[in-house]
């Protein structure tokens, strides 16, 4: 069982920067991708961004392009999420999501995504 611990949240005022990490540790899953979502109060879970393939193929979300990067450590076990100019609409539980090789992957969907951390908050206040 793939485990996954995410770390990084808090508080900061909007145009500051924040990075969150996610941990994946079990036994020896080969990671294919690796993800970020986030979810508001009363909204759904929404993609932020996602990090695939050996060759580290990215993706964002329209409302993160360009202020968020997504990265990992060479051994996938470790991905990061840094978040520049930060919006209070960025206010959100953040979640690491990890997909294992095999079948067809789409990296916005949830979905896609087996392995899920518990969440860390990310309040931007303006």
């Known amino acids: 069982q793939e485990q996954l611990v995410e770390s990084g949240g808090g508080l900061v005022q909007a145009g500051d920067s924040m990075t969150l990490s996610c941990v994946a540790s079990?036994?020896?899953?080969?990671?294919?991708?690796m993800g970020w979502f986030r979810q508001a109060p009363g909204k759904e879970r929404e993609f932020v961004a996602a990090?695939?393939?050996?060759?580290?193929?990215?993706y964002y979300s329209d409302s993160v392009q360009g202020r968020f990067t997504i990265a990992r450590d060479k051994a996938k076990t470790t991905q990061y999420l840094q978040m520049d100019s930060l919006k209070p609409e960025d206010t959100a539980v953040y979640y690491c999501?990890?997909?294992?090789?095999?079948?067809?992957?789409?990296?916005?969907?949830?979905?896609?995504?087996?392995?899920w951390g518990q969440g860390t908050q990310v309040t931007v206040s303006s």
């Open positions: 079990g036994r020896g899953l080969n990671i294919y991708a």
């Open positions: 999501a990890v997909r294992p090789a095999g079948g067809t992957y789409h990296p916005s969907r949830s979905g896609s995504y087996y392995y």
């Open positions: 990090i695939a393939g050996d060759a580290g193929y990215t």
